[in-house]
């Protein structure tokens, strides 16, 4: 379990990975639940750069720009949330266990990495995993009514945040992605300004 930082020089930050292509309310949902579960200070949005294994991803520039224009519709003001671009820039490569030693030389810092549930069985096959269970902390996002298998953290170092869900927030990037190539509506279901941003940039249209 998290333990408060000894120290209040210490700063408990969240870091909320992914490629948020595009970024949507189910984000916004769980950055407010982080928020509110008092175990981190604040949260970190990094989008992730450009992935050569992934071609059909949209750019990393663009990702970047919807994500930062969908915290700022939310979080306007609020200087615990805040959107880096340290892998979009390339500073910080694609994998969490470079965000782990990047974090490790910043002492003032203390990083818990934010993971759906889905990805717990997946953890040993990530980068450098025996590197990553040694010196990572997990905080688990969990959703009601969804099970958790009992060995599927064993050995690594997690504390799994309460269930949430929240009517027009169970939406994936997949399902957006879908809904805007062929025009439906998604006024519900991500910032106006990140719609109006894929619809100016004419991203994941048809054409």
Not at 20 to 32: E, L, M, Q, S
Not at 36 to 63: E, H, M, N, Y
Not at 154 to 160: A, F, K, L, S
């Amino acid at each position: 379990m998290i333990e408060k930082a000894i120290s209040s020089c210490v700063e408990r930050v969240a870091v909320l990975g992914g490629a948020f292509d595009p970024f949507h309310n189910g984000h916004i949902a769980v950055i407010h639940h982080l928020l509110r579960s008092g175990l981190i200070d604040t949260v970190l949005v990094v989008p992730s750069g450009d992935r050569p294994d992934k071609p059909g991803v949209s750019s990393a520039l663009d990702r970047l720009e919807m994500t930062r224009r969908g915290v700022k519709a939310e979080f306007a003001g609020d200087p615990r949330v805040e959107v880096s671009d340290l892998q979009v820039s390339g500073r910080v490569s694609y994998g969490t266990i470079d965000l782990v030693r990047h974090f490790g030389s910043m002492p003032s810092r203390e990083p818990f990495f934010v993971i759906g549930q889905e990805l717990l069985s997946d953890l040993p096959a990530w980068k450098d995993s025996a590197e990553l269970q040694n010196k990572a902390r997990f905080l688990v996002v969990r959703r009601p009514g969804a099970e958790v298998a009992d060995d599927a953290a064993r050995g690594w170092n997690v504390t799994y945040l309460e269930p949430f869900g929240a009517a027009g927030v169970d939406v994936s990037s997949t399902e957006l992605r879908d809904r805007l190539r062929v025009g439906s509506a998604c006024d519900q279901l991500m910032p106006k300004a990140v719609l109006a941003y894929c619809r100016e940039r004419k991203l994941y249209s048809k054409g």
